[in-house]
């Protein structure tokens, strides 16, 4: 069994904690990690429960260096989940099963449901709500039904199907647009139960996370172990930790406990030397940063800048001079200049 994630180097310590945690559950696991970054950080070099460290630009991807530029930076690593699993499935092929998990996740307890469901189904998701829940439904239908930050996968071809229709997809639809129904790569699992033979695990320890804690009830047993609804904690999503405080208020203590263990699991292994680092791909290779608007007219416009191997190596320059200013809106060329005179006609009346 294969453990893996994708993490850029503001978060290459909680992979940390994520690697030492599937471990110490599984030991005979290997994890593997995905670094979406231009050098492996010296941070990951040498820590002993990183299995296999793989760049993200030589996971396969043809054309990679165009794909991570249209994309913001949260949302290019997300689209290469399907990636990573295809390049371990060819990297390892004496291993026939793989469990992908988010930087954010810790494991506290082994997966003999995910094992027990892998010998019926190549393909295994995580439903976010299993219990009705008015309060969090609507957010559950924006978002998608199953949370991508857990997906555990045989070696088959209906599992290498299901990837490659996946991998294709986030390709070019892997953003966080309300408007047209996308939600990084996770809306698109909706489809797979559908498409693929997929199993869905409804055991409340797994995928604990502050958007179904109202129906999961977190206990610490007697030996010093973590219950959910009575059952076995398989593993947390710390989703938000810790940039987003307000998503951890009002807890019951015992979840109080099991976040305030995780936080000194990562100020253990050094997460605040990293936190707040740049990451490679924001920034140009002249180390100038990266405007948002470049991103989106690369990405709208795509046959104008056909010709650019790797817009890395341009500038906010080259992407900008069909930029509004004043709208601050990616603009076709024309169009763009003929509002901006017409806004000065209107202005002089």
Known sequence: MIFCTVTTLNRIHMAMA????????????????CIVEEQVPLAAQNFQHFDHIVLAKDLGHPDFYR???????????????PWLLLYLLQAFPA??????????????????EVNEALERSPIVVTPHLTHLSVKNELLIFMSGLYNSGFLALNRNEESKRFLHWWAERLDRFCYNDVKQRVFYDQKWLDHAPIFFEVHILKHPGYNVAWW????????????????????PLRFYHFCGFPNHPQLYKDMHPDTRRLVEQYRRNLLELGFNSSRTLPCSYDCYRSGEPIDLRARLAFRNHPERFARIQNPFSMSNRTFLVHVNPWKRKVMPAGKGLDRRRQSLRNNQK
């Open 18 to 33: 994520m690697a030492r945690s599937a471990k110490e559950h599984h030991p005979d696991a290997r994890v593997a990690v």
């Open 67 to 81: 794909h991570m530029f249209k994309y913001q930076l949260n949302e290019g690593c997300y689209s290469l989940k």
């Open 95 to 112: 291993n026939d099963r793989l469990i992908y998990l988010d930087t954010d996740t810790k494991v506290f307890g082994p997966f003999h």
């Open 212 to 231: 179904n804690r109202d129906s999961r009830k977190v206990a610490l047993a007697q030996n010093g172990e973590f219950t959910v609804n009575g059952q």
